[in-house]
RNA sequence: GUGCCCGUAGCUCAGCUGGUAGAGCAUCCGACUUUUAAUCGGACGGUCGAAGGUUCGAAUCCUUCCGGGCACACCA
């Protein structure tokens, strides 16, 4: 998925304008922006909040900047670099100590202290929380061959880099305080500040009002809430941190962030920064306000409720390929983020892939899987789709992979997991889905005594068959012993094996099953069924 | 209240810069199967939420309205 350089060649280049994919959408905003404002490095960022894990949101924002950034880097002949920022917010308080860490009680000393200075609850492998979890995002976007440089916030306020910036801000505290104080509730108007002090006491991170300020000076005082007594901080140096929508203004002044997208439920927070941008003699960045996922009652996803479907989930069960297509279609568009859109996802991947074969430089630019893979994709071939595997490992009672196999190749003779590794990979997705998803709704019921004694006559003449793997012969066993008790119609002999041995009303062919499966299993299997141990 | 998204076949959705609608699933029929499922072929099925407007022509652009969903304190 990392952006290789494969497609950043003439031809592409020389069709990027005329393309219409979003993503190209986007990019055109900031060859605008450089048309106005040239620079020399063009800069996307996206932000990260270390007090929790990356999840399937992390990924959504990074693959879609990804996106935007090589279509950037087609439309203008690659001749502009360009990087993405992960921004990760690692100085800001530690509110609240997650329930799903070790070590509570040692945690909840920290509360208030800057993520940076809170221990790291799992290990002493890092030297905090922060760090920690800056870690796992970067481990994270590595594993999936993302292009990023990271930074943290904590880095970058006591090194200095955000100084000039923050004595801007000084300068203009009165204009910021106007952008931002109408926004705020009443309670709240009284306490705000855009600075937050490190207590130089305490180490935390405090929420005060403000006293005085001194621009010449640099420095910002206020009352020790404890204390009461008045103290003078510089701004610059890591002594204060900005306030949120402040701070994101902070990052795109400094640094002179070009482009950033976010959730549409941080619009008012866009809108915010940008005007505390503006006020500071700024440009905000070119921005794009995607919709959030849904789960499957069109509820939104979050990380407390922890409803919908998590990275984990969707990487169990498919690929991060198929994941990075779900992202690039339709940015703007609510959509339902649950397990069933998974095989599609999946297939339309490989559809996608597929069509790239034949395409012109033109078409690759609209086709997602360019997109994705940021290079020229790699065209697999895929003998069945993966809703037709997923079929076939219920219907087929497959629980490994050797036996999927072996209805695999009734339908692709030539398929092996030597000479197609994609499907292999697919058919462990499949068996996972078919334990997690179908399994469990299986209904075993017990054999009638007709049944039970048909179901033994046939598990001890199975031997007879001289071929264990002879479907056909088997096929006719099962078959003669169906007819010999008398099953009218004889459906429902072979309904009552689906039903008592896999706990389904229908099935494979039972030759075929019982071919792939063994017969010794399916005899073990019958003798289960009958001693009800599969109810 | 402000803003965003959606409203296209029974269901889930695709329809790009305007030229009288497509897919998958479901349903029905057929083929292949010594049951079923699967597979393959075919059929059925839409006044494109409503009304105006622009246009020779609109699902596609504009306006208004209706219906559904979501976001918008604090915190990030």
Redesign the pocket.
């Known amino acids: 998925m990392a952006n290789t350089p494969t497609i950043f060649d003439a031809e592409f280049f020389a069709n990027a304008a005329?393309a219409?994919a979003w993503p190209f959408e986007e990019a055109k905003k900031i060859v605008k922006r450089l048309e106005k404002s040239p620079k020399d490095e063009v800069l996307f960022q996206t932000?990260y909040?270390p007090?929790g894990l990356p999840h399937i949101g992390t990924f959504g924002e990074v693959a879609r900047t990804s996106m935007v950034r090589t279509a950037f880097r087609l439309l203008t002949g690659d001749k502009i670099p360009s990087k993405i920022i992960c921004f990760s917010?690692d100085m800001?308080?530690f509110?609240k100590v997650p329930t799903n860490v070790p070590n509570q009680e040692r945690m909840a000393e920290y509360l208030g202290m800057p993520l940076t200075k809170v221990p790291d609850p799992f290990s002493d492998e890092y030297p905090s929380f922060a760090h920690h979890n800056n870690a796992r995002l970067q481990k994270f976007l590595d594993d999936f061959g993302f292009e990023y440089e990271f930074v943290s916030s904590t880095d970058y306020y006591t090194s200095g880099v955000l100084d000039k910036a923050l004595l801007r801000m000084l300068e203009v505290y009165d204009d910021v305080m106007k952008v931002i104080l109408p926004?705020?509730?009443e309670e709240?108007q009284k306490t705000?500040s855009p600075f937050l002090p490190l207590c130089p006491r305490t180490g935390k991170v405090l929420?005060v009002p403000m006293i005085a300020r001194d621009v010449e000076a640099g420095t910002v005082t206020y009352i020790d809430p404890e204390t009461n007594e008045e103290v003078t901080v510089p701004v610059t140096g890591g002594a204060v941190k900005c306030?949120?929508k402040a701070?994101w203004a902070l990052r795109w002044y400094a640094l002179g962030i070009d482009y950033e997208m976010s959730g549409?439920?941080?619009?008012?927070?866009v809108r915010l920064s940008s005007r505390i941008v503006r006020a500071m003699g700024g440009t905000p960045p070119e921005s794009l306000?995607y919709?959030?996922f849904?789960d499957e009652k069109?509820?939104?996803i979050s990380k407390s409720k922890g409803n919908g479907l998590s990275m984990e989930d969707w990487l169990t069960y498919a690929s991060p390929e198929s994941l990075a297509l779900f992202m690039y279609?339709?940015p703007?568009?609510?959509?339902?983020l649950y397990f069933d859109v998974i095989p599609k996802a999946v297939d339309e991947f490989y559809a996608f892939s597929k069509a790239a074969e034949k395409q012109t430089p033109a078409e690759l630019l609209?086709n997602p899987a360019t997109h994705i893979a940021g290079e020229f994709p790699p065209a697999h071939e895929l003998p069945i789709s993966f809703?037709?595997l997923l079929?076939?490992v219920s219907?087929a009672n497959a629980e490994d992979s050797d036996v999927l196999w072996g209805f695999i190749s009734r339908?692709a003779p030539d398929a092996t997991p030597e000479t197609h590794p994609e499907l292999d990979r697919l058919v462990g997705y499949a068996i996972r889905y078919f334990n997690d998803f179908v399994k469990p709704t299986k209904e075993f019921r017990a054999a009638t005594e007709q049944e039970a004694k048909a179901m033994a006559e046939l598990a001890a003449r199975l031997d007879e068959v001289e071929d264990a793997t002879d479907a056909?012969a088997i096929?006719?066993l099962v078959?003669e012993v169906g007819k010999k008790y008398e099953f009218e119609?004889?459906?429902n002999w072979?309904?009552a094996l689906?039903q008592v041995l896999l706990g389904q009303?229908?099935?494979?062919?039972?030759?075929s099953f019982v071919a792939l499966y063994g017969v010794e299993e399916t005899k073990a299997l019958i003798a289960k069924g009958l001693a009800g141990e599969l109810l």
């Open positions: 005329n219409r932000g909040g007090s917010d800001d308080g509110r926004t705020l509730g709240r705000y929420q306030q949120w701070d549409k439920d941080l619009i008012d927070s306000s919709e959030l849904l069109g509820q939104k279609q339709k703007k568009t609510a959509k339902k609209e809703a037709l079929n076939l219907a339908y056909e096929q006719t078959f119609p004889l459906r072979f309904k689906y009303d229908q099935g494979p062919r039972f030759g």
